[in-house]
Each structure stands twice: as structure tokens, then as C-alpha cells.
């Protein structure tokens, strides 16, 4: 059992909604089952595999070597506070009261994307951006935190033709990824929804009504139906002005190359012409007169070198974990049972040298208690490892002799 009263030092509150720029450095623990709730889509990048594992479990034998995560499930996570992340929520605070008193509500600023090297936690900070949003309970949330997955060719698609008569099918329309989206966003925001009306078949209902509505339909009606009646909510989403809006957006530097579909010609379909791409990827011209844009940039994979959408304000940077903050991160995870090396500066200093303080490679390397990579070293084999000159195994938990006795 945990005694968390040797951890509450490095701890800031569980609710995002009362972090503090203050807060940057410290832990935030996180609720698994409150976060399924919240974000029904699942959350942004590594930290959805570090708590949930693969969304659908393999046969140990077909598993990829580096399906690590699936071995090391946190049962007590917990976030660092980016001082990035901090920044952001304080600029949304402040942009959600902006020109309130004076009865007319606006966002001078389209958001703030996010870039930087692979593994810095770029989608750490945005889940963490889009968890503090919902928590306050002031914002409208538009959450997509795979947004490769729309240019990618997945799923069901029909086209459109940007010429009748030559009909090459060079616009992608995808009315599942539509339907899915619209559900989800109806399950984050229901109450708030309800009250923000939207022009469907000539009658003023609410977005959840239309919503609900479109999913009622057969499935042939409710496809051909589905891309309307998202444009229409994303359309009246940015004429409100009674909630704030955050469009939070995992990888929206994908949405702005070339997709893997192709037209009739066989030539790549730029990712613009997909029509969810454009519709979710705008961000200078996204036009929402209450409302923010907070892009995260991938770095890794098929769209590791496209460019971010056009903008004004330089992206955030963002850099890998300071020694602090991994002497913080590492002692969180050894007070509460997830790590079993104890915590030392010259841990922590050998694991920013390794790591370059990237957050990604700090979790493989702990969950790998260092660098074992293989050995067996997880928890549920042994309880002690071995790290630099100290330790190695204890004879009585190893009963496999496989397993070779690596003590120095």
C-alpha cells in the first residue's frame, strides 16, 4: 500500500482545473477511470499506451519487440507539470474572460501550437492542456488526439469531384470518422451543447438534438447526412460566443501535407482536400469568434518532417525534462511502487545524459528499470534491479534459470 504522505511534498492537486504556474515541476496523479470517462476518443500519443496499453492486446507471440508498455501498466500514473503547459493554461484562462465584462466576448489569438523534438511530451502537454479545459467546466472541448488516422487512408471514405465533368475523386469525405467525432463530442460536452442551437433541415435545434438525430438514421441516409451536419456544428461552434472553445489537435502538422489516399489518377491526395483534415487542421484561419486552437505537432513516423500550419506567433518549444524534474519524477514512481531502483542524483543524472531528458525515454528506460532491456526485469519477476555497481537479483525470486544472474 501506498503512503502517500511520502509523496505529498512533489504532488499538486489531482484536479487540473486548480493548477497554478507555481505547480510547474511538481506531480499531478491521474485517474484512469476518470479519464476514460472524460475523453471517450482515448488520450494523445505514448501516455495513452504508458496507461491503457495497445487498444487491442496481441498474442504474446506476434507482440513487436518494443510493445514494452503492455508489460509495465501504471497503476498509480502520474503527469510532471510542464512549465509549458502551465503558460498555455494560463493564456486560456485569460482568453476565456477576455472582453466579458463589456458583454462582448472574443479571442484576439487563433492558439498556440506546439513542436519539438520526438518524446519531448508535446502530447503529454496537450492532454494535460484539454484535461484542465474539461475540469473547469467553462470550455467547449473539441478533442482529437490521432489526427494522422484522417489522412492516413483508414476506414471508410467516399469521394467528391473538384470537377463534375472529369470526376477524378480528389476530395476524400469520411462520414464514419464524422459520425464518431460528433458522438464524442456530444459525450464531453453534453450540457454545454444543448445550448448552442444549429440550422437543421429548416428547424433552430440544439447540437445534441441534431446529433442525436443523425445517429437515429439507417446507415446509408446517416453517411450521406454525417459531413453536413459536422460542418454546420464546427460553423456554429465558431459564431457562439456564450462557452469558450478549445480545438484540441494531436498531430495537426499531418493535416497539412499529403495524405496516403489517391485519386482515380493514382496520384497522393493532398491532405487539404480531405475534408475533415481541412475542417479540424485550420488554425490562422479557423475563425472561431470564442474559441482557441492548441495544435501539437508529431515528429515522428510518416509526418515527422511536415510543417506546422501557417502562423504568426513562433511555436512553444518544447525542451525534455530538467534534473529536477526527473529526480522529482523518478522519486514519485519509487514512493508509489512503479519503480524499484532507489532514487539518487546520480540516477538522475545518468538518465538525463542517456535520455537527453526526453519524457518518452525516461518511461522506457524506467520501465525497463534502466537498462535490463529484456532481462526480465520487471516487476513482476523481481523487486530489486540492477543500476550502475549496486544491487542485482534476489536469489529467492528468481526461480527461472533462464534467467541469468547478472550481479557484478
Avoid at 8 to 27: E, I, T
Wanted: charged letters at 25%; hydrophobic letters at 45%; glycine letters at 6%.
Amino acid at each position: 500500500k501506498v503512503n502517500m504522505a511520502d509523496v505529498v511534498d512533489m504532488l499538486a492537486d489531482s484536479n487540473p482545473a486548480m493548477h497554478r504556474p507555481g505547480d510547474a515541476g511538481k506531480v499531478f496523479q491521474l485517474d484512469k477511470a476518470e479519464l476514460k470517462e472524460l475523453f471517450p476518443a482515448g488520450i494523445a500519443g505514448a501516455w495513452h499506451l504508458l496507461l491503457f496499453g495497445t487498444r487491442s492486446r496481441m498474442p504474446q507471440h506476434l507482440r513487436r519487440a518494443d510493445d514494452w508498455w503492455n508489460l509495465c501498466l501504471k497503476d498509480t500514473p502520474g503527469m510532471v507539470i510542464r512549465q509549458e503547459a502551465s503558460h498555455i493554461m494560463s493564456a486560456l484562462s485569460c482568453a476565456a474572460r477576455e472582453n466579458t465584462l463589456k458583454g462582448e466576448p472574443s479571442v484576439d489569438t487563433p492558439g498556440f501550437l506546439i513542436d519539438g523534438a520526438p518524446g519531448t511530451g508535446k502530447s503529454a502537454v496537450l492532454n494535460h492542456v484539454a484535461h484542465w479545459a474539461m475540469k473547469t467546466g467553462e470550455w467547449i472541448v473539441v478533442w482529437v488526439p490521432h489526427a494522422s488516422d484522417l489522412v492516413t487512408g483508414k476506414g471508410m471514405f467516399a469521394r467528391e469531384h473538384l470537377d463534375e465533368e472529369a470526376q477524378r475523386g480528389e476530395i476524400i469525405v469520411q462520414p464514419s470518422y464524422a459520425v464518431k467525432l460528433l458522438s464524442e463530442m456530444v459525450k464531453m460536452n453534453r450540457d454545454k451543447l444543448s445550448q448552442v442551437m444549429v440550422e437543421d433541415e429548416g428547424e433552430r435545434v440544439s447540437i445534441t438534438d441534431a446529433v442525436a438525430a443523425l445517429e437515429d438514421l439507417l446507415l446509408l441516409p446517416r453517411e450521406a447526412k454525417a459531413m453536413s451536419v459536422l460542418e454546420k456544428v464546427i460553423a456554429a461552434l465558431k459564431e457562439q460566443t456564450q462557452f469558450p472553445v478549445l480545438v484540441a489537435v494531436d498531430e495537426i502538422n499531418a493535416l497539412h501535407g499529403t495524405s496516403l489516399y489517391r485519386d482515380l489518377d493514382m496520384k497522393h491526395v493532398p491532405a487539404q482536400n480531405v475534408k475533415m483534415a481541412k475542417l479540424l487542421g485550420a488554425f490562422l484561419d479557423a475563425g472561431y469568434k470564442r474559441g482557441v486552437v492548441v495544435g501539437a505537432a508529431t515528429r515522428q513516423g510518416l509526418f515527422a518532417n511536415v510543417k506546422l500550419p501557417q502562423f504568426k506567433a513562433k511555436p512553444i518549444q518544447l525542451r525534455g525534462f530538467t534534473l529536477g524534474e526527473v529526480e522529482t519524477y523518478t522519486t514519485y514512481m519509487y514512493k508509489v511502487k512503479d519503480f524499484f531502483t532507489p532514487p539518487s542524483r546520480e540516477l538522475s543524472e545518468y538518465l538525463v545524459f542517456c535520455t537527453a531528458g526526453r519524457p518518452l525515454d525516461v518511461e522506457k528506460a524506467c520501465a525497463h528499470e534502466i537498462f535490463n532491456l529484456g532481462q526480465r526485469t520487471f516487476p513482476k519477476f523481481v523487486k530489486k534491479t540492477q543500476f550502475f555497481k549496486q544491487g542485482g537479483y534476489d536469489d529467492d525470486l528468481i526461480t527461472d534459470p533462464a534467467i541469468p544472474d547478472l550481479r557484478w
